[in-house]
């Protein structure tokens, strides 16, 4: 694509076709200004196969309104429109509805809450609320689900192995496996929310504000042997012209027998020369037992505060095992588990960047409300799957904390309901009958809206947090999360209920149609 | 990102760290102008868990370009790297490295050879080769695998839907759950290539020449129920509006008791006015039973022309088994199974854009050769994994079909080979020391080249096919590949072979390091 195309390709046409013709649908019927309101959430949590999520990282929308505030239907775009053709040979689209597109469509008609990124989120939760002209917020949708889906399902992802390695030092290096261009960019944005402390990519580190991280690949240990040199003679290049930044891949030839040698051999020529090494990065093997066995020698060597950095195909079940196996087998080695644990850091491309076994997250956009008459109509979809049955109407969003500060429920009300005025509170479950919860005042030590205002009438009320408030956001919901939930499998399921109020008018609803 | 802010991102510096400190550690040496080659091959098919790729079909490559076109090192991106700081507080990249990367580290300076897009292709074959200097062939590496990797997955993924749905029309369908926005683009384009017939992208879509597709979503009926119609009235203004291109989405309310028969009534209108109506659309529940129930209904009422387009978390199986189950419960009801395969539409989104059982292809990008006084010095990395052991040195790959016209094998052979001269053609498993083939000349019908030169010292002297000239080579590579290689599930392995003399040089290498 040269940039005229991309610049249509990635504009206000970045949408599905079907909105543009509902949209033309509601102008040739009189409703396309017709105030309505979407809620955007997601349905269940990423399930990876032998694993699951218990909660999200929400992110993905500063970056949802910067493309937001640059979309606008420009006259390329309308033509482009005016050219599309029916099974008859007739224009699709009508001149009096482009005309109003160009016009009118702008999604400075809009008004948006949200969830704040970072904040950890759960499904069936308003995580976005759009209110505006029904054509105006139907076009929106595409574009929302894509900015919004793919951060939060990469935050995610990146807050679990952040977890299963103990916190450590986690790199995102997922560019080349990364689905193209733009995705990388959010992904690694998304990574770096959700727990990785750097990437590898350079230009998103640099436009983040962020260093990135690298040193170096199998290839340059080749040249130098291909050159009839040796792997030492690479790894002494390599600290000439990065003393203080040094640690070497060890093994492009034999891990134990060469790699690790080698490495002590140039780290004690830095150290002579008043340079501290970084460390080592294991890439290929048993990576437990060879980080056990690159401590001990590095430990004998005296190099005990050497990082070891870990990679190849790295997830959060792969860290776990890895960490477990090394809490077994380094004593045997003379190894202290935890002080190993400690100085590891972990290097995860595909599995992070592509969310491996669970490459989407199942974010909607639905319908909820439509105002007539000034009041608000809830819309409802009767689907045979209750899951799928969307909370109708305009609603609140609270997280409930228990009296230990720890987040019992998420509870989604009626727009008009206080829960300041009652001594208890009644969670419904969202679609069985039987299952409710009532929660005394003084188990609650607050109830806390979740939801804020992003943007009324097209202009932005919201500062944008840096990336480092957004960490600190997830890590204080993560601390305030039960551990149960945080599990890597088979987590507890937190709770995510209904007021009795909207619990009742649901029923009003599908008893009704 | 602002527009400043994505042109650094998406730029020379959408690339690895270590790309740049080891272009840097290659000046320092003196390296760094040395030519060199480096292949890009995949090491395995996609392997989606219950079932696996036997071929892929390569995609990307004149996006690949287009980027390679216009990426270079700006002032602003030299200035981001100027800035960079070591662990003691020096500057990472020197000024004279700089210069250099500035004045003289352009991709005008390589030439590439390539596999075209459409072709079937196989593990471990180089689909791309890169010559040039050491420095800037390295710095391609993360860009070039990014940008291939992704669309060789999702044409893969698309050929096998496509083959599964016995090549009915295929619509991509997976924006909303697309890694952000130039993932889309790359993926439906590669969509395109691989099997789709058109997507329901609309910026991409124009881009590329195709009609966008797409009708309406439950969200136009819920707006008719809100406001106090009824899904019938929804329909008839859908009708009303686009008379000649009328696609109903049946499942909002009721799939078999209202849906339907409100379609088919609106269809009986359309017809009294002299319009054909194009058909319904199924979202959800049991697509085989509903779509049998839906022909029966549809046939009745006399449509049986109607299209039945079926979407909900399609993929190749789930459409395999849903042909299934026509097979044997259609007749049941009166249904003839091959005239309601031959109707049914494939609406897929999520699986196909995420490739989803298997989200990445390992594609990587080896140094495989350095040029020494004017000699080719092959490179080797020695792993543990003999899979994983790159073929040595600058080599040639041909396409050998039998006396069927089938493809039997792709050989590497190295690049001074001539199988015109031989009788007979050896073929060396990879790695397998015992297992070879000894082709007869006459079981041989073809040999083909398959790496064409694509651009010589920054000089593209290659046409670039259109999507459709693409997808005829998809189709003529699917022809002539062996049936039980195309199977959907435990396909037959294809034949990926040395010549006899890179074997020997391969097995000298691996004993002399």
Redesign the interface.
């Known amino acids: 694509?040269?940039?005229k195309?991309q610049r249509?390709?990635?504009?206000i046409?970045?949408?599905?076709?079907?909105?543009?013709?509902?949209a033309?649908?509601?102008y040739?019927?009189g409703?396309h200004e017709?105030v309505?309101q979407?809620d955007h959430f997601f349905r269940s949590y990423p399930d990876y196969?032998e694993h699951k999520a218990g909660y999200c990282v929400n992110a993905g929308l500063e970056?949802l309104f910067?493309?937001i505030d640059?979309a606008h239907f420009r006259k390329d775009d309308i033509e482009?429109?005016r050219i599309?053709?029916?099974?008859?040979g007739?224009q699709?689209f009508a001149d009096d509805f482009l005309e109003w597109l160009h016009n009118e469509a702008s999604f400075n008609r809009l008004s948006i809450q949200a969830i704040p990124e970072g904040r950890v989120v759960h499904p069936n939760v308003p995580l976005t609320v759009v209110h505006g002209p029904?054509a105006i917020a139907?076009i929106l949708?595409?574009s929302l689900?894509?900015?919004l889906?793919?951060?939060t399902l990469i935050a995610t992802k990146a807050s679990r192995i952040h977890n299963a390695g103990r916190g450590n030092l986690l790199l995102e290096?997922g560019?080349?496996?990364?689905?193209?261009?733009?995705?990388?960019?959010?992904?690694a944005r998304a990574a770096l929310i959700g727990g990785a402390d750097f990437t590898?990519?350079?230009?998103?580190?640099?436009?983040l504000g962020f260093?990135?991280?690298?040193?170096?690949?199998?290839?340059?240990?080749?040249?130098f042997?291909?050159?009839g040199g040796s792997e030492l003679d690479a790894f002494q290049?390599?600290a000439?012209?990065?003393?203080?930044?040094c640690l070497l891949l060890v093994?492009?030839?034999?891990t134990l027998e060469s790699g690790i040698p080698n490495a002590i051999k140039v780290f004690e020529v830095l150290r002579r020369k008043g340079?501290?090494p970084?460390g080592i990065r294991l890439d290929?093997?048993d990576l437990a037992y060879l980080s056990i066995h690159a401590a001990k020698m590095l430990n004998d060597a005296g190099f005990p505060d050497t990082s070891i950095v870990l990679s190849n195909q790295l997830d959060e079940l792969v860290i776990w095992q890895i960490l477990a196996q090394i809490e077994h087998e380094a004593p045997r080695y003379g190894v202290d588990p935890d002080e190993l644990a400690n100085r590891l850091i972990y290097g995860v491309g595909?599995n992070l960047?592509?969310?491996?076994g669970d490459?989407?997250?199942?974010?909607v956009?639905?319908?909820v409300?439509?105002q007539?008459n000034n009041n608000w109509?809830?819309?409802?979809?009767?689907?045979?799957?209750p899951i799928?049955i969307p909370n109708p109407g305009h609603k609140h969003v609270w997280r409930v904390y228990d009296e230990r500060g720890i987040a019992t429920a998420d509870l989604l009300s009626m727009e008009d309901e206080n829960f300041q005025e009652h001594d208890e509170i009644i969670l419904h479950h969202p679609y069985e009958h039987q299952s409710f919860r009532v929660l005394n005042k003084e188990t609650i030590s607050e109830i806390e809206p979740l939801l804020v205002d992003i943007m009324i009438d097209g202009e932005i009320l919201y500062d944008w947090p840096t990336i480092d408030e957004m960490r600190e956001a997830r890590k204080n919901d993560l601390e305030r999360l039960d551990t149960g939930v945080k599990r890597i499998i088979n987590p507890h399921i937190y709770h995510v209920s209904l007021s009795e109020k909207l619990w009742n008018l649901k029923q009003k609803l599908l008893m009704n149609?």
């Open positions: 694509m040269n940039s195309e249509m390709a990635e504009g046409l970045y949408t599905d076709q079907y909105q543009l013709t509902m033309q649908l509601y040739r019927m409703l017709r309505a979407f196969g970056w910067d493309w640059q482009s429109l599309q053709r029916d099974s008859a007739n699709i029904l139907q949708e595409t689900l894509n900015h889906n793919y951060q290096f560019l080349r496996r990364a689905p193209e261009t733009g995705a990388n960019a959010g992904g590898s990519n350079v230009g998103i580190s640099h436009v260093p990135a991280k690298g040193t170096h690949a199998h290839s340059m240990v080749q040249v042997i291909a050159l290049a390599y000439d012209v990065y003393p203080d930044d093994d492009t030839v034999n340079h501290k970084v290929s093997g595909t960047i592509t969310s491996s490459p989407a997250l199942d974010g956009y639905k319908l409300a439509v007539q109509v809830p819309a409802i979809k009767v689907s045979e799957n799928k149609l």
